[in-house]
């Protein structure tokens, strides 16, 4: 059946451009084995090109649910007795596999060309695309050199103007401070206590305010992932990127395979197109993202991740303490001792 799937989807690709976007007119509603159903985290920019294409190629039709990565996979959680989603497609593979229950494994036709970085040890999750985590900094406001790394966040200049998205709410806003803990070492809640007393009990409610505040002159510096600076920094916001010296992390984010879903076999070759080379291509094209495929390389403007100090990060064992965690920062950064 795999090799059919394969086959199947390698005669569909050598197609392109040469089949509409299978949208069903009003008259027109196929039957279900031709459905596909996608809760996504992804902006609308990047899962829209990546759905159409897939429709287009297959003729299979897609109903896209978008909202939080915690918000769907609570909602996925929550429906697990009649599974509404087939496929998760977005956020951190922490966040997924932190709710690993939910999924099953699957491995991809293309499987092969997979950085093995990039892959989860039992296939429970397919990745989507490499992100490293950066620092970003009003050009207008801070120095080009004057931020370096993860520790000159608590430098006293930067005290309250810190862009940093609840942790609780953003998934790569959790990676983030996973990361920060794993650069500047030490002591995990004293690190802890001085990120939170370099906030100043200030956290945003979106990953993209990060942006916009920073942009805008409202917070200094701030903490993101590479691919949402390098997108508003070629759109004109004057803001600069750094990728912090004592090291940062480069998590993908993925799809998975809903547990019990309803189109078991479309999903499967959803997860097939999300890495194929065509799909990889376009996330250097369009979405500023690195590819995890080995036959792919990253813009020509991006430094090889070979090039970058990096952290482990171990996203299995990181979701494995991520209540625990999470607990932990919201009783600091509420100014609160944990009982």
Same mark, same amino acid.
């Given at each position: ?90 956020? &951190? ?51 080009? &050199? ?113 547990? &019990? ?72 950064? &509420? ?5």
């Amino acid at each position: 059946m795999k090799a059919h799937r394969a086959i199947a989807l390698f005669l569909a690709c050598c197609l392109t451009g040469c089949a509409a976007p299978a949208e069903p007119s009003s008259g027109y509603a196929p039957d279900e084995g031709r459905r596909l159903t996608i809760y996504t985290s992804h902006k609308e920019e990047v899962y829209r090109p990546i759905v159409r294409e897939f429709e287009a190629r297959t003729g299979i039709w897609v109903t896209v649910v978008t909202g939080g990565t915690n918000e769907l996979l609570e909602r996925i959680a929550s429906e697990s007795g009649a599974p509404q989603a087939d496929v998760m497609f977005g956020g &951190g593979v922490e966040s997924l596999e932190a709710y690993r229950e939910q999924f099953v494994p699957y491995t991809c036709a293309e499987a092969a060309h997979l950085q093995a970085q990039f892959r989860a040890e039992d296939d429970l999750w397919t990745p989507f695309s490499a992100l490293p985590v950066v620092l970003i900094y009003n050009r207008k406001l801070v120095g080009d &050199g004057e931020l370096t790394s993860w520790s000159g966040l608590f430098d006293d200049a930067y005290r309250g103007r810190i862009a940093f998205t609840d942790p609780s709410i953003s998934g790569s806003s959790f990676t983030g401070l996973v990361t920060l803990l794993k650069a500047v070492g030490g002591d995990e809640e004293e690190t802890l206590r001085r990120f939170a007393d370099a906030l100043d009990a200030r956290q945003l409610d979106s990953s993209g305010a990060v942006l916009s505040s920073v942009a805008e002159g409202t917070d200094l510096v701030g903490v993101t992932l590479e691919e949402t600076a390098r997108q508003r920094i070629a759109s004109g916001d004057d803001i600069a990127l750094v990728y912090p010296s004592d090291g940062t992390s480069c998590v993908p984010d993925g799809s998975a395979l809903v547990r &019990g879903c309803a189109h078991e076999e479309n999903a499967k070759l959803f997860l097939d197109f999300t890495v194929c080379a065509d799909a990889q291509r376009l996330l250097r094209r369009s979405f500023y993202r690195r590819s995890v495929r080995d036959d792919v390389d990253s813009a020509e403007d991006m430094p090889r991740l070979d090039e970058l100090s990096l952290v482990d990060y171990d996203a299995r064992a990181v979701s494995a303490r991520r209540d625990a965690l999470l607990m932990t920062w919201a009783f600091i950064f &509420g100014g609160e001792e944990e009982p």
